[in-house]
């Protein structure tokens, strides 16, 4: 029952005792003017009655007091339809509500001050049953965090002004101060920096619950990386350590979404009892060559360091690489685990995956609980199975969360809106019937919660179209790099079209092109030359030999020649004339001066130089 409701029942019990005596003194004939006789505690809580009920009849007092008794009762209903949480090491039974906002009886909203040190005082409103020999610890606890700069808490401040539920419900105070043994100074600080971080990582998402169901702190973009199971944590009993499985070869780049991923799992950690005693443990896989050096990124070990309060047990590296890999691990990327998790680490290469299995199980593990990149029993679709169903346990939890709050916002406005109505004058009262008030208080509760679920819509659709925008952004810039690459291709196959035609005209088929070289023939008459044919692109870096010069006129157009006739026939032939031919740029050819081997007189060309164009 909270405070409102209590002591409106208070103050109506008091003008009902009030007109009791004004009663008794009219029937012994008594003035009705005169001032009734009571007390110095009584006076003070009749004035005050009197300014919220200046004039209420019996009648009117008996409707308001069934009104606010009823409303009582929703609220009672209400907390016990709510399963009881488990937080940590207490928890939240039925008794008392947690109120994610505090209205004050003028519906506002209270404001915070420059000076927060009120703000503290959340731990102890909203601990129901807090044992007592840790009440001190918690007074000291909101103290030392008073005593933070501001600058460091900031994502503490902004999270007790959005969400405060949130606050004890995944940030619980007894567990940082457990951890480092009721030292408060430690623990407050190491709490600060755990909402620091998580406003860091996840922006105005931070607010949100850290749940799976793509409405929280995790989008949906984040949670389609996690499930790729890159990371995540093994299937456990209640009495388990927790373990984290980590493969960084099924995530290729390294992105926001990896760093929410591994804050996401050290929180799935960090909500077993176990972990902030006795720590947990990893298993890292690494199969593929170079992705060794993936996992010494420091964050994930800062962030465990100092936010998360729990350490890291223990590491078995499965190795499933080769001999010189395996060498250079152990060598570079062993001391560099133990430096940055400070915590053994055993490796895990010799033999069969099987065999590498049995020497998990030997070192405490099931094979149940295995993965089956080592060798295990767990496949990728039971640990599938198992996030949808904790995805479907999040999602109605979440669901019950949020009609529990709209509840109790509907209840602390009733509760104002009734202390209000007391006010209302008798006639006001009178004339309204028990089945009308019923009926309105009904209607603005149905009111309430329609605005509410408005505006949690609005907030999804905003949020989805934004994830779309980003999405359409990525698609048109891998378009554009798709485009750039297909115009390069192109560019590449013609010109591999035309080697390849050069290839199958020239060379395959050297008798095609022997057509229309009657007057180049006549030129060169009876000698006997090689003919070489080289393109003026650089698709061809040597020179492509063919037995006839007449294979130089069918070269496609844009191809050019220089043709030089050789001095000498060192074949002693009758053949069929034939010349040094070379492909250049500008369409020259170049006729020299010939002469005779065998002593003949030379043959002056009238020209030493011929221009043509190969067609």
Request: glycine share 4%; charged share 25%; net charge neutral.
């Amino acid at each position: 029952m909270n405070q409102a409701a209590s002591s409106t029942i208070n103050r109506i019990a008091e003008l009902e005792n009030a007109s009791g005596r004004d009663r008794i003194r009219e029937h012994d004939g008594k003035p009705t003017s005169e001032p009734p006789i009571v007390h110095k505690n009584e006076a003070k809580s009749s004035t005050s009655c009197s300014q919220i009920v200046p004039h209420t009849s019996p009648s009117a007092l008996h409707l308001l007091k069934s009104a606010v008794q009823r409303v009582q009762q929703e609220e009672i209903l209400a907390a016990e339809a709510l399963p009881t949480p488990f937080i940590g090491v207490l928890r939240f039974g039925p008794g008392k509500a947690v109120p994610r906002k505090r209205i004050s009886p003028s519906g506002k909203r209270p404001r915070h001050t420059n000076d927060r040190s009120f703000s503290e005082a959340w731990m102890l409103e909203l601990l129901d049953k807090v044992d007592p020999e840790a009440i001190n610890p918690l007074v000291a606890f909101a103290a030392a965090l008073k005593d933070i700069p501001d600058e460091e808490k900031t994502g503490y401040y902004n999270t007790l002004r959005e969400a405060p539920d949130l606050i004890a419900c995944e940030s619980n105070p007894l567990i940082f101060l457990k951890f480092h043994s009721d030292n408060v100074e430690a623990a407050a600080q190491r709490f600060a920096l755990f909402w620091q971080e998580r406003y860091r990582i996840f922006g105005e998402r931070a607010y949100l619950p850290m749940d799976s169901t793509g409405n929280g702190a995790m989008s949906r973009q984040d949670l389609i990386v996690y499930n790729s199971q890159y990371l995540f944590v093994l299937p456990r009993d209640d009495a388990e350590e927790s373990v984290v499985c980590y493969t960084p070869s099924l995530v290729d780049v390294d992105c926001k979404e990896r760093m929410r991923c591994v804050f996401y799992t050290f929180f799935q950690v960090f909500k077993n009892p176990m972990s902030s005693k006795t720590g947990f443990t990893a298993i890292t896989v690494f199969d593929k060559i170079g992705m060794e050096r993936a996992y010494g990124r420091k964050h994930p070990a800062d962030l465990l360091r100092d936010a998360f309060p729990m350490r890291m047990k223990k590491i078995h590296a499965v190795l499933l690489l080769d001999s010189e890999h395996v060498t250079y691990f152990k060598q570079r990327s062993e001391p560099l685990f133990i430096q940055l998790y400070s915590c053994p680490l055993n490796t895990h290469f010799e033999g069969t995956k099987e065999e590498i299995a049995s020497s998990l199980v030997s070192s405490g593990f099931r094979s149940a609980t295995l993965p089956e990149s080592v060798g295990g029993m767990l496949r990728y679709c039971d640990v599938e199975e198992a996030f949808t169903k904790q995805r479907q346990k999040e999602t109605v939890e979440e669901i019950e969360r949020m009609k529990m709050r709209k509840r109790l916002s509907a209840t602390a406005s009733d509760i104002s809106e009734a202390a209000y109505d007391l006010s209302a004058t008798e006639a006001d009262i009178t004339r309204s019937d028990s089945d009308d008030s019923a009926s309105r208080w009904k209607m603005r509760r149905r009111r309430q919660l329609n605005n509410e679920a408005s505006k949690r819509k609005r907030r999804k659709i905003k949020q989805h179209e934004h994830d779309l925008e980003k999405q359409c952004a990525a698609l048109r810039e891998q378009n554009a790099r798709l485009k750039s690459g297909n115009y390069q291709l192109q560019r590449l196959l013609i010109q591999a079209q035309e080697i390849v035609t050069v290839y199958e005209e020239r060379i395959l088929h050297p008798n095609r092109a022997i057509q229309n070289t009657n007057q180049l023939n006549s030129m060169i008459s009876n000698e006997n030359h090689q003919v070489v044919v080289q393109p003026s692109t650089t698709a061809l870096s040597t020179p492509v030999p063919v037995t006839r010069l007449a294979d130089a006129i069918g070269q496609p157009s844009g191809f050019s020649a220089h043709f030089l006739l050789s001095p000498e026939d060192p074949f002693k032939s009758n053949a069929v004339s034939l010349a040094d031919v070379r492909l250049l740029p500008g369409g020259l050819y170049e006729r020299p001066i010939q002469s005779d081997t065998i002593g003949q007189s030379e043959t002056k060309m009238p020209d030493c130089e011929r221009k043509a164009r190969v067609p």
